[in-house]
């Protein structure tokens, strides 16, 4: 039998995994990004928004894997967005393991927010 | 500034709101937002991005301690996170529509607000003892660890602790903050929660919300990797080492001296906005 306990254990422990993953593909793609951009002007006064391939997430996935210093960063940003997620959906299973139904639909419906946020909204 | 200066300076100012955040328990973003617009005069969109996912890491990477400690309630957690995700999505959507002047004067207001609360000594709601049949459906209770046996607690008033949750992961998504007193203010003092069970499921509740608003916050182009990067990794091991230093509650005086600076950040930020100079 699998308590509560266990289960929030191995969340938590999902979730600084995703964390320490995140932080390090971060300073990698950070790395790179003042070796070949450190001497550029910093200006962020004005808004512009970040170009479109630094927006959705298959792009960014393509830039970072082509070494695009920015888009390994922001790779990193959605390891990061996607611990979180990763956790709930870990919490589906963990309900319909204990077979409580009405929480496996509840964290359906977080499941859904969180994943229509990240495809676009 | 070159971007190496300028990612230096940011990185190591995140380094000290991280740490303040975590010594006084109100979190990075707090403290991260007004230094990035005020100090650097960074357009406040870039700026509840980078916060925003500073948030995101904090709350994710804090998560293993609140579990260990036994007090965290996953049910209570998850049902309340249908409120704030929902919430998050509505304040990640006013973000992109709304004049950076009025989320200037919002963050402000929100600033002397959670100045107030933290000033306070934390009141213990006195556990409810009649039955909500409400929440017992919905299984909102548990129990914790008092010396050697376990207290049992319910949630009560459950719709109103749902209410302010929405309003919190309102606030979250608008500001790229995690909004974890408000988050504790509706487990503790509308619901009757335990403080101590209030508190670390709102630590746990703040990643899962703030991931809500992130995915907005990215479509529209709010994250910057060349802001977000010295950010996220400041706060994050400025929080670390505040978790480290941080043995017991911080006492009364260094709350107030705390206090007296956010709301000093609050009228600052709500002055500049009147100005339109943020």
Redesign the interface.
Known sequence: MITDRQVETSIALLLRAGVLLAAVVVLFGGILYLAHEGNVHADYRLFHGEPENLRAPSLVLRGAFTGTPKAIIELGLLLLILTPIARVAFSVIAFAAERDYMYVIMTLVVLAVLLYSLLGG | ????V??VILFLGSLCAGFLGALTGLGGGVVIVPLLTLA????I??AIGASL?SV??T???A??A???E?Y?N??IG??L??AT??G??AG??LATQLP?KIIAIIFGMALLVSAYFSSREPAEASPSEKPDSLAHW??LEGSYPVGDSERLYRARRVPLGFGVMFGAGTLSGLLGIGSGAMKVLAMDQAMGLPFKVSTTTSNFMI??T???????Y?????????????V??GV?GGSMLGAKVLVRAPSHSLRIVFAMVIVALGIEMIFNAMKGRL
């Open positions: 500034m070159h971007v190496t300028f990612t650097f005069g960074i357009d969109r870039y996912v995101i890491a709350s994710s990477g998560a293993a609140y579990v260990r036994g965290s996953i049910r998850m049902f996170e249908i995700t929902f998050a999505l990640a959507y950076t919905l299984k990643g899962v703030a991931a809500a608003s992130a995915g907005i990215l479509s529209r182009g709010f994250l910057d990797p060349g802001l977000a990067m010295p996220m990794l994050l």
